[in-house]
């Protein structure tokens, strides 16, 4: 039999993965819940980061290395991040030969602009839709492979789980068709994970409805690791809604948008009736230096403290002004016309003339499967070694926002996109490399075993289809959303959870008394959702557990009852009482969460980072003012 | 329109084909989306039946995906940026008419990707390796390819064209709209006969009964209208193209 590979999920990773492996001559078979074109990259609005320094200012991949670094609290892995930053610019390039209409110069050369967490113009962007717009460039490449027969596209199917050999090796997956709800086997040399962020089990965020986290919980809960769950990014600038929170991009900064608050409290005049001396621009006077582009993490603690703690939120409420209206209609609808439109549509404001409302939401997951690299001594990774991006389950690799490699504490703005198709470009060469020299017998998955994992599934859902509660799957899941909110995103305290931690279990017992609501075999999206509920539920127990046990501040993980002093001198590095403080907090605490599952609930340890060992970068203290 | 403390939401359904009627509570910045989660929550309808949940599309929830199209009070839009203090009750939902029906709201657009395939809609780029930076383009240029890029297909073009229904086989305005996208970049523009080709023939760009409903649907401002009309005069100008060149071909003697 040929060599087969399967990529589950179809936003930027999977797709830049599978371009991967057909351009190899690869055969293909791409599973989504739904079609790929459809995938929630399509949600990144901002930019794709890379150092291609057009503006004159000096811009080096090794800078960008360094604010990435520096981004994430030194906890991500260094050889990766140097790997991604270095590819960013022909990345970029590569997009553009595909098509994605990014924005442009007077000279017809790519334009940048400036995000959180730099001092550069380093962020490409086509518009304020950019993850659209490079979507469609790789899905339209897809397509181009799928015609000639190298792709074959699974949409509407639903990972349920891989399938593992006695050795414990992935050989495959279970999936089902969410349309049909049929339940087969697929074999493969060698299976890679692009399933996107758990951001639903929040609730609501900023997320697609689709980014469950469902893949994960079950890749965890089947021997996976999953690393720093406590890391969970919440946006500064989102609009609050009912179903979802609408991201206000940070291009509304990178472009001059400034955050701010009436300075009288309870100011009843509208935003655009207060006057600019009775503005206060919170960020720009605690961070002369970054001012509105200081990190997310950075920038949504402030607001919340601004609201929660100094009640000086808009009204007295949990909002803040984003404000635009400075700035030219014309530039607005040209570089940032997208979240102009959704501002307008779903606020019945125009943000062009009136300062926008907005508040922190959950937004995208730092942590996530924990990968492998391969690198030389000086940190460059082995191009196409099958350990680059691999799990470790042989033969199960991940990429993109399901994995946590690239982020470590903080995501900078704009780096997203480039991570999802980083890892895609240097995990499709690593499958190959590993069906090549380690697959345990290549193109020969035991049909014994395809029938058993088969067999396994079919069963659980029909017990799942028999399930007549009393508990409704949607009023547990809406119930979860509602309590991670209040216990794990920006303000995190330990008593509160060790009582989420308590309420996670009720949670499960209810689940099992959960009411199926549909025995049909026609897109039974509530049957299929009871099994994506649970499976959601062990990431948030994941999640809550190694948040309970990080007792420090890091990112976006903040506590107050472990914070670092505040250092006394303009430098950090200059006074020695908090360099010893933070010396002593990273010797406990610069490590990675492993989280491992088990029937009583998560195990989680913390592991050093090897690279630090011969670090590319010392890690230094986080400063932004 | 008065605020009152319910909704009444009508949902046309199958797996048996029947009306449902819900009694919502109303919720602030509901819209369609959030009332369908709603009577998930709670899937009774107003006559206090027991119901299963209606089965719907849906992802992004910020019109760029393009999965929740219905129809809404007769109209075909997303779903998500259906806001219910703008909407006249009883709300209706129906799913589109002009694409297989999988159940409830939910219908199946694969002849929308199928059409990407036909008309080539892509730029083929010779590998993914480093060959440096792409083409240059004005400005001017990237807002006009900007603005035709941003066809989530989403279908609200083929629900409303008089010429679109399951006998015919129009290709539609999304599809014809694909061509100038990529014909007009610089590398795409090398392979423009071929997309053009893919115009020609059978539910082709002449199949257009210039009704022009579509350009009113896009949700996206995508001026559909005159991307029919320069396609339509390109394939023209490629089919006589084509004649004069197989002619050039037989006189030399090239090979066919």
């Known amino acids: ?625 | 329109m008065a605020q009152t403390d319910k909704l009444v939401v009508r949902i046309e359904r199958s797996h048996p084909d029947r009306w449902e009627e819900f009694h919502v509570e109303r919720r602030p910045n509901a819209n369609v989306i959030s009332v369908l989660m709603q009577i998930q929550r709670n899937p009774v309808t107003a006559d206090g039946k027991k119901t299963t949940p209606p089965a719907w599309d849906a992802a992004c929830l910020e019109e760029v995906c393009g999965s929740c199209t219905m129809n809404i009070n007769g109209k075909v839009r997303q779903a998500c940026s259906a806001l219910i203090d703008k909407l006249e009750q009883p709300i209706r939902l129906q799913p589109m008419k002009k694409f297989p029906l999988v159940r409830d709201l939910a219908v199946d657009r694969q002849k929308m990707f199928d059409a990407l395939k036909r008309v080539q809609a892509w730029v083929p780029v010779d590998g993914t390796y480093d060959l440096g930076p792409g083409p240059r383009q004005a400005s001017e240029e990237q807002e006009m390819r900007y603005v035709l890029s941003t066809c989530m297909t989403c279908g609200c073009c083929l629900e409303v064209c008089p010429q679109v229904s399951p006998s015919t086989k129009f290709i539609g305005a999304a599809a014809i709209s694909q061509v100038r996208l990529f014909n007009s970049h610089p590398t795409g523009k090398m392979n423009a006969a071929d997309r053009l080709h893919g115009l020609m023939g059978e539910g082709g760009v002449t199949d257009c009964g210039k009704a022009a409903n579509c350009v009113t649907a896009c949700p996206k401002g995508i001026p559909l209208t005159s991307s029919i009309a320069e396609m339509a005069r390109e394939t023209t100008k490629q089919a006589l193209r084509d004649f004069f060149r197989r002619d050039e071909r037989k006189g030399g003697g090239g090979p066919a």
Request: glycine share 10%.
């Open chain 1, 1 to 625: 039999m040929a060599e087969r590979y399967i990529v589950v999920g179809g936003g930027l990773a999977g797709l830049m993965t599978v371009i991967k492996l057909a351009e190899a001559g690869k055969h293909v078979d791409v599973f989504s819940i739904v079609p790929v074109k459809r995938s929630h990259s399509v949600c990144a609005q901002g930019g794709i980061n890379g150092a291609v320094n057009t503006k004159g200012e000096g811009d080096h991949p090794d800078i960008h290395v360094m604010d990435t670094l520096k981004g994430g609290d030194f906890l991500a892995e260094q050889p990766p991040v140097k790997g991604m930053c270095y590819a960013a610019p022909q990345i970029i390039y590569l997009l553009d030969r595909m098509g994605v209409p990014f924005n442009r110069t007077t000279e017809g050369l790519l334009d940048f602009r400036r995000f959180g967490g730099t001092l550069h113009h380093r962020t490409a962007f086509a518009g304020a839709s950019t993850g659209q717009q490079l979507l469609y460039a790789l899905d339209e490449q897809v397509r181009r492979y799928e015609t000639e027969g190298l792709v074959r596209k699974f949409e509407y199917w639903e990972y349920l789980s891989f399938v593992r050999d006695e050795g414990g090796a992935c050989r495959g997956i279970v999936a089902m068709n969410l349309r049909t709800m049929e339940i087969e086997a697929f074999p493969a040399d060698a299976v890679c994970m692009a399933t996107g962020g758990p951001g639903i089990v929040y609730g609501r965020s900023t997320n697609s409805t689709i980014n469950t986290g469902s893949a994960n919980g079950r890749s965890y809960m089947d021997g996976a690791i999953y690393a720093n769950a406590e890391f969970v990014q919440v946006h500064p600038t989102a609009i609050p809604g009912e179903d979802k929170h609408r991201l206000m991009s940070e291009s509304a900064r990178g472009e001059g948008g400034r955050v701010w608050v009436p300075k009288e409290k309870g100011d009843k005049r509208s935003g655009k009736d207060i006057p600019e001396g009775e503005r206060w621009y919170f960020l720009e006077e605690r961070y002369p230096h970054y001012g509105n582009l200081v990190p997310r993490d950075v920038a949504t603690r402030e607001i919340f403290s601004v609201c929660r703690d100094m009640g000086m939120g808009i009204g007295g409420a949990d909002q803040v002004y984003l404000d635009v209206s400075h700035i030219p209609a014309a530039t607005l609808d040209r570089k940032l016309g997208g979240i102009m439109e959704i501002y307008e549509k779903f606020q019945g404001v125009d943000p062009r003339h009136e300062p926008m409302k907005i508040f922190p939401a959950v937004h995208y997951s730092m942590g996530g499967l924990w990968v492998d690299y391969e690198a030389d001594s000086k940190g460059n990774l082995i191009p196409g070694s099958p350990r680059q991006q691999m799990t470790n389950i042989p033969g199960l690799y991940a990429a993109g926002e399901c994995d946590y490699a690239y982020h470590g504490a903080n995501r900078l703005g704009a780096n997203s996109l480039l991570s999802c198709i980083y890892a895609g470009t240097i995990v499709g060469p690593a499958m190959i490399s590993y069906a090549k020299n380690n697959a345990p017998k290549k193109g020969d998955v035991p049909s014994s075993l395809l029938d058993s994992s088969k067999a396994k599934w079919r069963e659980r859902f029909e017990a799942i289809y028999k399930m007549d509660g009393s508990e409704n799957p949607y009023v547990i899941g809406h119930e979860m959303g509602d309590l991670m909110i209040k216990s794990a995103t920006v303000v995190k305290v330990n008593a509160q959870l060790d009582q989420a931690l308590q309420q996670i279990e009720v949670f499960k017992d209810r689940w099992k008394k959960c009411n199926v609501l549909d025995t049909g075999r026609t897109v039974n999206q509530s049957a299929a959702y009871v099994n994506q509920l649970w499976n959601m539920l062990e990431i948030a127990h994941l999640i809550l557990k190694a948040s309970r046990l990080r007792d420090e501040s890091r990112g976006s993980h903040y506590k107050p009852e472990f914070v670092l002093p505040k250092p006394t001198t303009k430098k950090p590095g200059d006074d020695p009482v908090f360099m010893a403080a933070w010396n002593a907090r990273n010797e406990k605490w610069l490590k990675n969460s492993i989280g491992t599952w088990s029937e009583s609930g998560p195990k989680v340890e913390f592991r050093d980072l090897s690279s630090l060992q011969n670090p590319i970068l010392k890690p230094e203290p986080r400063h932004y003012d």
